[in-house]
């Protein structure tokens, strides 16, 4: 994809850097979405106070934190 698609891609999921979690995502697979590497999943744990191995809903809102 290319990094045009991308950014599209990180403001259509993310606004006022509040995720909304959709089904089948993890913590690995929204940094990688949003931030993009899987290398920042656990800032999203922590800046969520949620343990990295904590459970996502549908619908679950979560804060992101910036690059």
């Known amino acids: ?26 913590f690995c697979k929204i940094s990688k979405k949003i931030l ?4 920042y999943y656990f800032r999203i744990a922590e800046l969520n106070k949620l343990q990295e191995t904590s459970i996502l809903y549908v619908g679950d809102t979560l804060k992101m934190p910036i690059k």
């Open 1 to 26: 994809s290319s990094a045009a698609s991308d950014v599209y891609k990180r403001q259509i999921c993310i606004k006022d850097n509040i995720y909304v979690v959709k089904k089948g995502d993890s």
């Open 36 to 39: 993009g590497s899987e290398k």
